[in-house]
C-alpha cells in the first residue's frame, strides 16, 4: 500500500524476492533436480511432497478480497491525506506462500504493491516482504495473537531505511479489521503513521453457493436424527418431491414420514455437489450414499439427484426436488450418459423449444418424449403419455397464439438436464405482454425425455 501495509495484511507494504534470493531459489531448484535424477537412478522412491506447517491457517482470514480505507500523517514517505484501496490473497508455491497484491489511491498518488508471506515454524511467527511500484521496498514480521496481529519491521524509500510498527485487530466474525502504524527514523523517537480499517469483499454468489452446500448437508442430517423442525424449514410449502420410483410427495407427507419413521436411515453421506445460483433461484445436485429402510424395506445405495431452491424472505427453501437410483453399487459411472450421447441429450432439449413450443410441430413430441413419459406440474398435477403432453401443447398454442419459450441456460449431470428459460406472451383481456421465469428438470431414458418437474416463477407484465 501507499502509506501503510494494506489493512489484512502482516506487515506494512509489499515487496517481491530480491535478485539474490530468486538467484538463491534457481540454484536451489537445480540441486533439487540433480537430487531427483540421482535417487531415481539409485531406484530410491521419491520423498513424499512437504506440506505446510499447520502455523500456515492463520493466514486463512486473510484469503481473498479485501477493500481498505485510511487516513495518513505527514511522514519521511510522503504527505498525508486520505487513501483507499483494495487486495487480493491467494495461496502460491505448494501453500508455502501467500502472495498479496493490491491497488491503491490517495495520498501518494495512484500506486500497486505484491508482498510475500510465510511462517516461520522455529520462530513460530509470520514474516513477510514486499515491493511498491513508488519503488519503495518494505519487510517485517507478525506476531499472531488470536484476533490481535502486530507487526514491525522496515519500509525503505529513496534509500533510506525507516523502521515500522503496528497492530491489526480483526472483528469477532473475521470479516473486518482495523489498523495503526508507526515510523520512526531511529527506532527510538515513533510518530502515528496511519490507521484505517479493511473488510473482506463476498462474492454474493459463492455465498449463495455455500449456503445451499451446508442447507443440503443440514437436510441429509435431518433425515439420520429425525429432526422434522429442520425439514419444515427447508422445504417450500408447495414442494415437489418426487422419489426414485416416480411417486409425488408433498411436505406433510415427507414430514410426516419422518416422524413416523417410515423413512428412516442410519445414515447419509454426501458429495459431488454442484451449486448454479440465478439470482433468488438455484439448482443444487449432488450425490449420496446412505444406509436406511422405508415402510421396512431395505434403501441402502446410491442416489442422484436434483434440488431447486428459491429464496425468498432473505432465505432459502426447496420447491422441486427429483432422486434417481444409481444401479451399480458403489460406482455410478457405470450408468452415466457417453459424451455424444450428452450432446444429443442437449440437441432434444434444444427441440422441445424450437419445434415443440415455439413452432407447434406436434408431431416431434413423439420423437423427443419417451411413450411412458410422467410430467410433474407445480401444483402437484402429474400427467403421462406423450398423448396428453399433445393435448397441453395444443391448449397453450390455442389459447395464447403468439406463446413463446426462450431457453437461457442447460445444466447437465448424467441423464438429468435442468434448464431454465423464459416464457411470454400476450394477455388476451389486456393486451399487455407478460413474461414468467420457468425451472425444469428432465430425465432421460433411451435418448427421450421419460420424466420431468416443472417450477414457474411469478408473472410479470410491461
Not at 411412458?372 to 397453450?396: L, N, Q, W, Y
Request: proline letters at 4%; a neutral charge; charged letters at 25%.
Amino acid at each position: 500500500m501507499g502509506t501503510a501495509k494494506a489493512p489484512g495484511d502482516l506487515g506494512p507494504e509489499p515487496l517481491l524476492l530480491s535478485e539474490q534470493r530468486r538467484r538463491t531459489m534457481r540454484t536451489l531448484t537445480t540441486l533439487i533436480v540433480v537430487t531427483c535424477v540421482v535417487a531415481a537412478a539409485w531406484g530410491q522412491a521419491p520423498s513424499p511432497a512437504p506440506k505446510p506447517d499447520p502455523g500456515y491457517k492463520a493466514y486463512e482470514v486473510l484469503i481473498g478480497d479485501w477493500q481498505y480505507e485510511g487516513q495518513a500523517q505527514d511522514s519521511p514517505i510522503g504527505p498525508g491525506g486520505k487513501f483507499a484501496g483494495k487486495q487480493s490473497a491467494r495461496w502460491v508455491l505448494g501453500g508455502f506462500f501467500m502472495e498479496m497484491r493490491g491497488q491503491e489511491q490517495g495520498n501518494l498518488g495512484a500506486l500497486e504493491w505484491v508482498e510475500y508471506d510465510w511462517y516461520d515454524p522455529t520462530a513460530k511467527n509470520y514474516p513477510w516482504q514486499g515491493h511498491m511500484s513508488i519503488g519503495d521496498t518494505y519487510s517485517g514480521v507478525t506476531t499472531v495473537s488470536g484476533n490481535v496481529w502486530k507487526f514491525t519491521g522496515t519500509q525503505t524509500h529513496k534509500g533510506i531505511a525507516y523502521k515500522i510498527r503496528g497492530e491489526t485487530r480483526f472483528a469477532a466474525d473475521r470479516m473486518s479489521s482495523t489498523w495503526k502504524s508507526e515510523i520512526s527514523a531511529d527506532g527510538k523517537t515513533w510518530a502515528p503513521w496511519t490507521e484505517g480499517k479493511a473488510t473482506k469483499v463476498v462474492n454474493p454468489t459463492a455465498a449463495a453457493e455455500q449456503e445451499l452446500i451446508q442447507l443440503a448437508k443440514s437436510w441429509g442430517a435431518a433425515m439420520v436424527s429425525g429432526d422434522a423442525a429442520a425439514l419444515e424449514r427447508i422445504l417450500a410449502e408447495e414442494i415437489m418431491d418426487t422419489d426414485p420410483v416416480g411417486r409425488p410427495w408433498t411436505k406433510a407427507q415427507s414430514i410426516a414420514a419422518l416422524k413416523s419413521g417410515t423413512m428412516k436411515a442410519t445414515s447419509w453421506a454426501m458429495d459431488d455437489m454442484k451449486v448454479h445460483v440465478y439470482g433468488d433461484t438455484a439448482v443444487v445436485t449432488g450425490r449420496t450414499t446412505l444406509t436406511g429402510r422405508f415402510h421396512g424395506e431395505d434403501i441402502s445405495g446410491q442416489y442422484r439427484w436434483t434440488d431447486t431452491f428459491v429464496r425468498r424472505d432473505g432465505r432459502w427453501q426447496c420447491v422441486a426436488t427429483h432422486a434417481s437410483r444409481i444401479t451399480e453399487a458403489g460406482d455410478d459411472k457405470l450408468v452415466r450418459p457417453s459424451a455424444a450421447q450428452l450432446e444429443r441429450n442437449k440437441a432434444v432439449i434444444e427441440r422441445i423449444f424450437d419445434e415443440v413450443f415455439n413452432a407447434g410441430n406436434l408431431d416431434a413430441i413423439d420423437e423427443i418424449y419417451h411413450e411412458d413419459f410422467v410430467r410433474h406440474d407445480p401444483d402437484g398435477t402429474v400427467s403421462t403419455g406423450t398423448e396428453t403432453h399433445k393435448s397441453m401443447v395444443a391448449r397453450i398454442r390455442r389459447t395464447i397464439p403468439d406463446y413463446r419459450e426462450n431457453l437461457q441456460l442447460m445444466i447437465v449431470e448424467g441423464d438429468l438436464i435442468a434448464c431454465r428459460w423464459i416464457s411470454s406472451g400476450t394477455d388476451r383481456k389486456s393486451g399487455s405482454v407478460w413474461t414468467r421465469p420457468c425451472l425444469s428438470t428432465f430425465r432421460f431414458q433411451d435418448g427421450k425425455i421419460i420424466e420431468q418437474w416443472l417450477f414457474f416463477g411469478s408473472q410479470s407484465q410491461s
